[in-house]
């Protein structure tokens, strides 16, 4: 990896983006555009930032793409079942050898969310209501510029228990209408890479257009980014180039 420049690649599975019409209206050019677009406006000339969707070849992340990658960001949800394994297998290679990724709301039951984690990542959920997220770890650097607490008037419920390994660290809980919380903003270190989950994000709803929203992506792009990861190699005992455990 090289130093620098942040070199982003916002992953979407632009499905929802692409069919229904309230989404549409929401993001006339899909949520990834959007998401793509407010990580240039806050990181300027510190971010290279590109898209990749699931409909392209290899879903836009060949290995020349992630070779080129050192911040993965995931949006999907409906088709999660469709993304190659081979795939799944190729980033989570990358988030093990240091690439950072921000996995954002449905993307909990994605593919490589889940082999990360070793968990289910299912959680409690329910339709119509308003989030309050707020900042339980105000020193941590995702945290940076972000209220104490701040309101998405038109967000899903989701809730506890959400079956994740503990975080490395919790940097926001949200709690909803019915009185439920979650832990919406979760930290977690897999090999040499960093990972950060945030929870909000429902396609129908206008989610990634808001600035405390973004503001959080943003400080996550940085905060998973880690430019002097070099990669490493773990030799067995037989192959050890001390060559002491062999006599
Ligand atoms: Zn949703």
Redesign the pocket.
């Known amino acids: 990896m090289q130093s620098g420049i942040m070199r982003v690649t916002v992953w979407g599975e632009n499905e929802h983006d692409r069919t229904n019409e309230k989404v549409k209206a929401i993001y006339p050019d899909g949520m990834h555009s959007t998401i793509a677009a407010s990580i240039r406006g806050h990181l300027t000339d510190r971010v290279e930032v590109r898209t990749a969707t699931l409909e392209q070849p290899e879903h836009g992340l060949t290995e020349e793409v992630l070779d080129n990658t050192d911040v993965l960001t995931w949006w999907g949800?409906m088709a999660h079942h469709k993304v190659d394994d081979a795939i799944v297998a190729r980033v989570h290679k990358r988030v093990l050898a240091g690439m950072g990724l921000v996995v954002l709301?449905?993307g909990h039951l994605s593919k490589i969310f889940i082999k990360l984690m070793g968990t289910s990542c299912s959680l409690r959920w329910r339709d119509d209501d308003s989030e309050t997220v707020f900042t339980v770890n105000p020193g941590h650097p995702i945290a940076r510029g972000v209220p104490a607490a701040f309101r998405i008037p038109e967000q899903?419920m989701y809730g506890e228990y959400f079956d994740i390994p503990q975080p490395d660290e919790l940097v926001f809980i949200s709690s909803f209408k019915g009185g439920e919380v979650f832990r919406s903003g979760c930290c977690f270190t897999r090999g040499q890479g960093r990972i950060f989950y945030f929870s909000p994000g429902?396609?129908t709803y206008p989610v990634y257009h808001q600035s405390e929203v973004q503001r959080v992506i943003a400080n996550a792009v940085e905060w998973v980014y880690q430019p002097e990861k070099q990669s490493y190699v773990t030799t067995s005992c037989i192959n050890s180039p001390l060559g002491w455990m062999n006599s």
């Open positions: 949800h709301h449905s899903e429902h396609e």
